[in-house]
Each structure stands twice: as structure tokens, then as C-alpha cells.
């Protein structure tokens, strides 16, 4: 009688393994979130845009600026 228990146990236990698969709700919110993640570190090209940049910059080539953009000339050194 114990012999088929465990027999019957051996083979049944294996089958009662359940999968873990995430449901589609929680992937897409995963994804979402990691979009919105990786949007919230990107500098915003758009014309209504207000940023601050710090840090240093160095740029190649061409900048071209259209629209009212106004630069301040910083002071010259005097002469010594």
C-alpha cells in the first residue's frame, strides 16, 4: 500500500509544477514604466521646451539657431 503511494506521489508530483507566466497587464505596465524612464531623461526638442543644461558640452560641427535666441557676450579680460 505505501509502495503505490509513493509511486502515485513520484509520478503526480511533476505534474502539479505551475508555470509562472506574467500576466499581459503586467507586462505592458512594465513597459510603460520603463518608456516613461527612459523619455524622462531626454532633452525635450520641443518649441514650447524651458531647460537647464550644466555640465560641460563640447560640440562639433554646425549649430544652427533660428528663432529669437539671445546670447549674453560674456565681459572681455582687460588688457594688462
Do not use: R, W
Amino acid at each position: 500500500m505505501h509502495k503505490k503511494l509513493l509511486i502515485t506521489f513520484l509520478i503526480c508530483a511533476p505534474m502539479s509544477a505551475v508555470a509562472n507566466i506574467p500576466s499581459t497587464e503586467y507586462v505592458q505596465q512594465q513597459i510603460a514604466t520603463q518608456i516613461a524612464t527612459a523619455v524622462s531623461s531626454k532633452v525635450d526638442t520641443s518649441a514650447s521646451a524651458n531647460q537647464t543644461m550644466a555640465g560641460t558640452y563640447t560640440v562639433s560641427g554646425t549649430m544652427n539657431f533660428t528663432g529669437s535666441t539671445t546670447v549674453e557676450t560674456a565681459p572681455l579680460p582687460s588688457a594688462e
